[in-house]
T-cell receptor
Framework: QKEVEQNSGPLSVPEGAIASLNCTYSDRGSQSFFWYRQYSGKSPELIMSIYSNGDKEDGRFTAQLNKASQYVSLLIRDSQPSDSATYLCAVFSGGYNKLIFGAGTRLAVHP | NAGVMQNPRHLVRRRGQEARLRCSPV?????VYWYRQLPEEGLKFMVYLQKENIIDESGMPKERFSAEFPKEGPSILRIQQVVRGDSAAYFCASSPNLVDEQYFGPGTRLTVT
C-alpha cells in the first residue's frame, strides 16, 4: 500500500462543473495536508493547506479532511479550462517524518 | 519577497560529465528538499537538508549523487558521471519548519546526451 494514494485520472469535467479530487493516506498520525497544482512543464504550486477535520474554503477551492477515514479531498467549483493540470496531494507523515506526495491526478476541464 | 530560486533552469551534459544544480531557498527558510521528476511521473523525494546537515537522504541513489547546504550560499545537488537515465526535472523546495508547507523553485531540467 502506498503512503499517499490518488487516482491518476484523467478526470474530465465540463467547464462550470465541480471537480472532485480525492486522496487517501496510510499514516493515521499524519498532521498536515496540502494540495499542489502542477501545470505541464512547470513546478508544483501550493494551493491549499488543511490541518483539522472539516472543510476549508478559499475562493473556488474547498479542501475537506476526514482523519478518521484517512481521506482528504479537493473540490474545485466552477471549473475553468485554466484549471487543467495535475493536482498533487501531500501529507506530512509523522512515521516517516517527511512530506509524502501522491502521484497526482490529472484534471482536464473541457469547454 | 523572492521565492525559491534555482539555476540553471536548463542544463545539458554529455554522459560522464558532472552536473551541479543550485538552489537558494526562500529567505528565512532553513529546510531544503530536493526532488526528481521524470516525464509523466510523480515527484520522487531525494534528500532533506538543514544548514550544514543532511537530515534524510533516503531517496538519493547510493552512488554519484551528493547534496550539501553550506552555512553560506545555496544548496547544491551534484551528480557525477551523469548517465542518460539522470535526465529529469530536479526541483528544490524550502520550508520554514519540517511540518510546514514546502515552496518549490522553478526546477532545473537536466538533459544528458
Amino acid at each position: 500500500q502506498k503512503e499517499v494514494e490518488q487516482n491518476s485520472g484523467p478526470l474530465s469535467v465540463p467547464e462550470g462543473a465541480i471537480a472532485s479530487l480525492n486522496c487517501t493516506y496510510s499514516d493515521r498520525g499524519s498532521q498536515s495536508f496540502f494540495w499542489y497544482r502542477q501545470y505541464s512543464g512547470k513546478s508544483p504550486e501550493l494551493i491549499m493547506s488543511i490541518y483539522s477535520n472539516g472543510d476549508k474554503e478559499d475562493g473556488r477551492f474547498t479542501a475537506q479532511l476526514n482523519k478518521a477515514s484517512q481521506y482528504v479531498s479537493l473540490l474545485i467549483r466552477d471549473s475553468q479550462p485554466s484549471d487543467s493540470a495535475t493536482y498533487l496531494c501531500a501529507v506530512f507523515s509523522g512515521g516517516y517524518n517527511k512530506l509524502i506526495f501522491g502521484a497526482g491526478t490529472r484534471l482536464a476541464v473541457h469547454p | 519577497n523572492a521565492g525559491v530560486m534555482q539555476n540553471p533552469r536548463h542544463l545539458v551534459r554529455r554522459r560522464g560529465q558532472e552536473a551541479r544544480l543550485r538552489c537558494s531557498p526562500v529567505k528565512g527558510h532553513s529546510h531544503v528538499y530536493w526532488y526528481r521528476q521524470l516525464p509523466e511521473e510523480g515527484l520522487k523525494f531525494m534528500v532533506y537538508l538543514q544548514k550544514e546537515n543532511i537530515i534524510d537522504e533516503s531517496g538519493m541513489p547510493k552512488e554519484r549523487f551528493s547534496a550539501e547546504f553550506p552555512k553560506e550560499g545555496p544548496s547544491i545537488l551534484r551528480i557525477q558521471q551523469v548517465v542518460r537515465g539522470d535526465s529529469a526535472a530536479y526541483f528544490c523546495a524550502s520550508s520554514p519548519n519540517l511540518v510546514d508547507e514546502q515552496y518549490f523553485g522553478p526546477g532545473t531540467r537536466l538533459t544528458v546526451t
